[in-house]
């Protein structure tokens, strides 16, 4: 039997250029990066030099602090780069591939049969453990701990996101070979999953519990699932791990093969054809959508990997983010508007906006919205009370939390709950803030100085 | 609206470093903000914002405020002409008011604002937007015939003392309209108390020309004078029976607002209507509103069962809508800043803060304006209110840790 539970605070925000139901194969793009930045809390140590030949599964580089977290390669191929930023931080390592893909074989791995320092090793041997991330912090999680819990979200609530119905077809035997998996790697409460409550297609799942989520974004953020099921408190830990990423555990050791398989859900108004597409971890943006050269509003085009609440702005150049399961084009809005008709004092028909002296709340629930990147406004000292409650369903008072991190209070941000978060838990209050607050960036701030802080 | 933009962005180098006007670039960009949301557009976290911002909401609060002045306005004129016992017409009335009104706002706004561009240029930030609603409700909440000078030196205080030494908008503890009230009240309380609340009311008594009987008293003034002395005598009847049916304060002309008193506390009608636009757009919180009616409520209550003086007896819906009750609960207690910031803290804070107005007022006749009180005090405390909120917050998120 499966837990219900309703989360009433948050918003859709229907964005135009919704990914249709359909999935196309993206053809094999030619170069293909595993970028180290995604990976928050890692330091990158590189195990090939440009010029060398890779297997898909070969290491590329390697935690410093934890050499076993090992990144693969998505594909067969020559390394054909290094980019670094400043002070030499490596940003990617692009791989060329070759014409015919070979895989390095780790061997197949009975699940059932096998314990769980067998299954962890193969994990981190895989190159599937940097998939899991952890809370408190949210960072790449450490393979010497034992989690309390694992949480998969098996949906994703966010504007333009992938459809689990979509992105798991033919997959649930997969997924369910994961999930046997990380049931021997939990502790003692064991694999939580939480689905959509009108989404069937992981209904029969075995060895882990179910919660059925009914609610706006951000019901399908794990960290709002793990507060309502099983909420974190100081000292321990949990992992989390997206739903494609368990499919691909559970490929990955029924086969012995590191396939790190993506259905992307390309979107946004400056999407020509919204849809869903299959690729592999690390792909080209240029191999999965064509971008525009110009928005509809004339503006330029803005390559988003990952949601658009939560994701990285990239090139077009660029490759899609590790965690990512989203490409979101949006136009850009840095057209200055005059204040009477699209600026602040305007009627505003045309922004979605969470407070009622826009006429949003009037319209129709289904009308779809064409967003651009404008700011809509200047940063600004905090001023309302109660606008970020309304978006935020944890009892945790996000506000507070907040400016306890602006004012590097760890003893209050403890208190306040800062363990159970994650920036993406604060998208949707950093959207709808009137002082246009970076609430994502201080909260992983926040998180990263109480990471160092407490060693 | 492009030429507009050409235009600005022509002068812009003047303004900018290096350029001759570069000490006015805070008055020059908070202009070019104000007439075209800039194009930044975001870098990271969430691409896609809501087009709310502090200027927007400021400006809801100012249209919330203009049914209040522009009734204001009128009950100058009518306040006048009715205490030298003559007719006018409308237009007569608004005159006498906007004579009035006018310089009271260019005063407030003139002092205010030069302030905080002062400030923002010496801290190199852009213009807060919180003046502009403060620098409105400051000439609400001021007798008729305070002299301009005194607002001046009112705003100044509160805008210095009461907001930029605390960091400027967004961090100050008290309510800077309140304060310059208070500041008013306290530095000057000769000059605001007697006849200050009628337009020319000293020099038209002087002249003889005052109407039988009105002395130029706000409805607290009169009840303020039955504290302390017996219920049944003829004085303190006379004063009961202007609250009575048919009276200059009969509870009709309270809500209506036809009585003195400060510039925009009189009408029940257009503060509601404020109320409405704050509380529908989301951006006045209901929750302090209501709580706050609901402890003014009580506490008329509970003074009616004691029932000492005339001034207790008085029914407790009366009591909330004359003075700056409904005033001080519509757009002085409902301030983000200064207000509690928890939900559950909102109703608390409220709720006292009505509860200690009525109580204020009848207790202590030296200080009839209860509500500027109670509502300073209650900015005081809500921090407190808010500490408890958070702290059972707290216990709730340590209790799992200990059961586990």
Known sequence: MSRKQRIKKGVDIRLSGRPADTVISAPSASVYAVKPPDFTGVTPKLNVRVGDIVEAGTCIFYDKKTPSVQFLSPVAGTVKDVVRGAKRRILAVEIQA?????????????????????????????????????????????????????????????PLAASTSVALDGRVSDFQNGVDALAKLAGESGVHVGVQSNDSTLAGLRNCEITEFEGPHPSGNVGVQIHHTAPLSKGEVVWTIGYQDVANLGAMLASGHYVPTKVVAVGGSECAMPQHVKTLAGASISSIVNVPEKASNGDSVRVVSGSPLTGDQISKEDYIGSYHTAIALLAEGSEPKFLLTEGWLGMGLQRFSLNHSFPTWLMPKAKEWDLDTNMGGEERAFVVTGEYEKVFPMDIYPQHLIKSIIVNDIDSMEKLGIYEVAPEDFALCEYGCTSKIPVQQVVREGLDNLRNELG | MKALHQLIESVKPHFEEGGKLSKFWVVFDSLETFSFTPGHVTKSGSHIRDGIDLKRTMFTVIVALIPALLFGTWNIGDQYYASIGQD????????????????????????????????????????????????????????????????????????VIGKEVFGGTGMNIVNIALTSRAFLFFAYPKQMSGEIWIHDVASSKAAGLLVDGNTGATALGYLAGTVGKVIDTPATQTVMNMFADGGMFSIQNCIIGSIPGSLGETSVIAILVGAVILISTGIGSLRIMASFLAGGLLMGFLFNLIGMNAFMTLAPWHQVVIGGFMFGMVFMATDPVTAASTNTGKLIYGFLGGFLSIMIRVFNPAYPEGVMMAVLFMNVMAPMIDHYVLQANINRRQKRLQNI
Do not use: C
């Not at chain 1, 893909?101 to 197949?108: A, M, S």
């Open chain 1, 98 to 158: 070759s014409d015919k893909n070979t895989h390095k074989d780790f061997g197949v791995l009975e699940v059932h049969t096998s314990d769980k320092n067998a299954i962890l090793t193969r994990v981190l041997e895989g190159g599937m453990f940097p998939f899991f991330r952890q809370r408190p912090f949210d960072v790449v999680a450490n393979p010497m701990d034992s989690p309390r819990s694992i949480h998969i979200s098996g949906f994703d609530s966010s």
């Open chain 2, 88 to 159: 006018a017409e409308l237009l007569e009335k608004m005159f006498v008011g906007a004579l009035k009104v006018i310089p009271l706002i260019i005063v407030s706004y003139g002092v205010g604002l030069g302030i905080e561009f002062y400030f923002a240029a010496k801290r190199g930030h852009g213009i807060n937007e919180g003046f502009l609603v403060s620098g409105m409700l400051i000439p609400l909440v001021m007798p008729i015939d305070v002299p301009l000078w005194m607002v001046a030196v009112a705003v100044a205080f509160a805008v």
